[in-house]
């Protein structure tokens, strides 16, 4: 099998056991003559696989009864629009913008009422996380994106306001161990950490769950979701199954704490690399640091690009940054092993002994 080191911010890699268990049932799943791909969502066999999905997350995260969690499609950026659609009952949020994503999701509410910028980091690229920040009192929520994919930034601390915080979760969800409870609402797109592309996550408080604006689209109605588990329409059911079966996985291998323990390790070394290196460069503010996103460059464009070109060849795949930051990006999700950082750290110095 010749499997390659994927460090692509999403889709992103997936564990082979997961792949392998899939693949046993893809054309007839668990005997029941079908696929799970040709299935009716309404089915028996189906229900199963949608509650067990539910299940598991709440499991894995620890969620609160007082919360719902929906399964939708769209990715995250649908939820840009939702969340305004659903929280703005005074008609006020504030924002803080730390990213590209952020700043789209800035960009969607200002249409739905009065959006307030609490803080930014834009004036530095993006490379740090705002600590001072001017959070109104009478506001609806305050909106942040925890995880900043591009930049590859995180909070090192989650904002004091007395209003609902809102976090876009999508390149750290099931990373690390969150409290749930210090949430309104929390979201994420599944194809970093949980499975693949189709699938978003939907973690919101019950009392926020309500009829929303006038104008709220029914399909845009956390309400309409809560009411029907997730299946008013036909959801995404092949990525639903997938992410079941990569949640179960997470499970046998320790749960959300023991990955934590992992990913934290893994980013260790590859940042230790860096900052020990005259090579490579990260110029993301230390305590504000992704452990899943890493992005770095050489000392200059040319060497950059030349350093995705070898890597490829190399099976080190989907390294190249994000064009506003450009350099190269490692997204190291829960499914890169530990053995993929180690081999990245070994071509990264022979490239530099090469390159110098």
Known sequence: MNRVYNFSAGPSMLPVEVLEEAQKDLVD??????????????????????????????????????????????????QFEAVPLNLLSKGKADYVVTGNFAKKAFKEAK????????????????????KELDIRSDIDYLYICQNNTIFGTKY????????????????????????????????????????????????????????GM????????????VENNSLYNTPPCF??????????????????????????????????????SSFYTNKVVKEDRSIMNVPFTTPNADLDAAFIKEASQNGFLSIKGHRLVGGMRASIYNAMPVQGIKDLIEFMKKFEIANK
């Not at 028996?44 to 299940?55: F, G, T, V």
Request: charged letters at 20%; a negative charge; glycine letters at 8%.
């Open 111 to 130: 249409k739905y009422g009065d959006i307030h910028l609490a803080g930014s980091s834009e004036d530095a690229n993006f490379t740090y996380i705002p």
């Open 29 to 78: 799943y668990q005997g029941c003559g079908m696929s799970v791909c040709e299935m009716s969502h309404r089915s028996k066999q189906y229900d199963a696989i949608n509650n067990e999905c539910l299940a598991l997350i709440r499991e894995l995260m620890n969620v609160p009864e007082n919360y719902s969690i929906i399964l939708v499609q769209g990715g995250g950026s649908t």
């Open 239 to 276: 990525s639903i199954y997938m992410t079941m079966l990569n949640l179960r996985h997470l499970k046998k291998n320790g749960g959300v704490k023991a990955q934590q323990q992992i990913n934290e390790y893994k980013a260790g070394l590859l940042y230790d690399f860096i900052d020990n």
């Open 214 to 225: 006038p104008i709220c689209p029914t399909m845009l109605k956390w309400k309409t979701q």
């Open 156 to 211: 090192p601390y989650l904002p004091k306001t007395d209003a609902p915080l809102v976090a876009d979760v999508s390149s750290m969800i099931l990373s690390e161990e969150i409290d749930v409870s210090k949430y309104g609402v929390l979201f994420a797109g599944a194809q970093k950490n949980m499975g693949p592309a189709g699938l978003t996550v939907v973690i919101v408080r019950n009392d926020l769950v309500t009829d």
